[in-house]
């Protein structure tokens, strides 16, 4: 069983069009966060959600729009895609614990924009 | 979040413990120290993490000095699978904050 999945894995896609990522987790975590990672290799937070609620937005273009239907999901929307929106992005979930959370990330979601 | 040194890359025969340092000298009293991988194309690996006391577990052990502004992470019989960037990221002890994730250090296993 996948604890954290996405779905796609690969996504090829025109500058200017609106795709979505989305981000599933079987572990019973109350966060989830989105991160991105570009071709210089640098991980970077974008969100973070807990219990459906927004808690992180790292300075993200708002073009970028997470969704969580329920705990368990996180989407990532993002509209007039860009070239410099190619990179992977990695879901994560983490179980809120003061200095005991571990974060559980999914295989991640290449993106490449054309 | 404290900033966190590590060396760019280091190498280590298959079988020998790998010892991976790393500096934190701004470290705060309320900050932990996590070890994260990320193996080639896949998404990062929790490892180990720890506040003031050493720590193992089935991966691998934390060193962390008596002043907590230093670590080391330890895998005592490095495999060719351990072949990965290495992070080691300190953060407060309060949920739900954010990894702030350095270049960390790119440990290839030499057979």
């Known amino acids: 069983d996948t604890a954290v999945s996405q779905t796609p894995k690969y996504l090829v896609t025109q500058m200017g069009n609106d795709k979505s990522i989305k981000c599933e987790q079987n572990l019973g975590h109350d966060t989830m966060y989105w991160y991105k990672q570009d071709s210089k290799k640098f991980l970077k937070i974008m969100f973070s959600?807990?219990?459906?609620?927004?808690?992180i937005n790292e300075t993200v273009p708002n073009r970028f729009s997470p969704k969580s239907p329920d705990k368990a999901h996180l989407n990532l929307h993002i509209n007039s895609l860009e070239l410099g929106d190619s990179a992977v992005y990695f879901c994560a979930s983490s179980q809120r614990d003061p200095g005991e959370e571990t974060q559980y990330f999914g295989p991640g979601t290449r993106l490449l924009v054309l | 979040d404290a900033k966190t040194t590590q060396p760019p890359s280091m190498d280590c025969a298959e079988g020998r413990a790998a010892n991976l340092p790393c500096n934190h000298s701004t470290i705060s009293g309320n900050e932990y120290v996590y070890w994260y991988r990320q193996i080639h194309s896949q998404g990062p690996q929790y490892i180990i993490h720890?506040?003031?006391n050493n720590e193992t577990n089935e991966m691998a052990s934390l060193i962390i000095t008596e002043d907590r502004k230093s670590s080391t992470l330890i895998l005592p019989h490095a495999t060719l699978r351990d072949t990965a960037v290495y992070y080691c990221?300190?953060?407060?002890?309060?949920?739900?904050?954010?990894?702030?994730f350095g270049t960390g250090t790119r440990l290839t296993i030499i057979p």
């Open positions: 959600y807990n219990n459906k609620e927004l808690i």
């Open positions: 990221i300190v953060r407060p002890n309060f949920g739900n904050e954010k990894l702030t």
């Open positions: 720890g506040l003031k």
